[in-house]
């Protein structure tokens, strides 16, 4: 199975705050991973497909990069309603495999 | 816009069964792939099992292999899970999804997921 490992766990962070969150691969996964944002009580959101591209009514302030085995995520200004778990998910085969999560809290 | 609407779940015992739905709408369901994902308390998202857009063919996570079974009713745009010989560590939320592709014909669309708010599953004597 491909592993899959974010990093950091967590982080707290202020409004209008860039944030970077990252994903590592346990082997080269070309460009297909995905990006979700998991709050409490709802669906989770896809963001980012494809290593890099936005999904559709997602804000622009989302954007994600990598190939291979390393991959970001930046969210460039943060917003209140962006306080919230993100996790990657590899789509390259069976079984789907996700990060552990990064839980972004409010400083 | 895509409708997920999961049901079925609550608290069961230890060895027991439980199924799980999920009512599909807003979209044609008969020419998509669908997933159950669950999400254990404090922990990441797990994916269990895909089911192909016309039932054809089915995968499964090792750690319910033999005890889950995913299905459909394309008829009715639902989807199912069928879960036996229940475990603690079977305790989670768990997600019914739509793939972006039918699975059977991938254009680099598939295994990206939308997804239902999830029904929690508790598995305890």
């Known amino acids: 199975d491909i592993q899959m490992t974010q990093s950091p766990s967590s982080l707290s962070a202020s409004v209008g705050d860039r944030v970077t969150i990252t994903c590592r691969a346990s082997q080269s996964i070309s460009n297909y991973l995905n990006w979700y944002q998991v709050k409490p009580g709802k669906a989770p959101k896809l963001l980012i497909y494809a290593a890099s591209s936005l999904q559709s009514g997602v804000p622009s302030r989302f954007s994600g990069s990598g190939s291979g085995t390393d991959f970001t995520l930046t969210i460039s200004s943060l917003q209140s309603e962006d306080f919230a778990t993100y996790s990657c998910q590899q789509s390259y085969r069976i079984p789907l495999t996700f990060g552990g999560g990064t839980k972004v809290e409010i400083k | 816009q895509v409708q997920l609407v999961e049901s079925g779940g609550g608290v069961v015992q230890p060895g027991r069964s439980l199924r799980l739905s999920c009512a599909a709408s807003?979209?044609?369901?008969?020419?998509?792939?669908m997933h159950w994902v669950r999400q254990a308390p404090g922990k990441g998202l797990e994916w269990v099992a895909v089911?192909?857009?016309?039932?054809?063919?089915?995968n499964y996570a090792d750690s319910v292999k033999g005890r889950f079974t995913i299905s459909r009713d394309n008829s009715k745009n639902m989807l199912f899970l069928q879960m036996n010989s229940l475990r603690a560590e079977d305790t989670a939320v768990y997600y019914c999804?739509?793939?972006?592709?039918?699975?059977?014909?991938?254009?680099?669309?598939?295994?990206?997921?939308?997804w239902g708010q999830g029904t929690l599953v508790t598995v305890s004597s």
């Open positions: 089911i192909w857009y016309d039932g054809s063919n089915t």
């Open positions: 807003g979209f044609p369901f008969s020419s998509y792939g």
């Open positions: 999804a739509r793939d972006h592709g039918n699975l059977a014909y991938c254009g680099g669309e598939c295994y990206r997921m939308d």
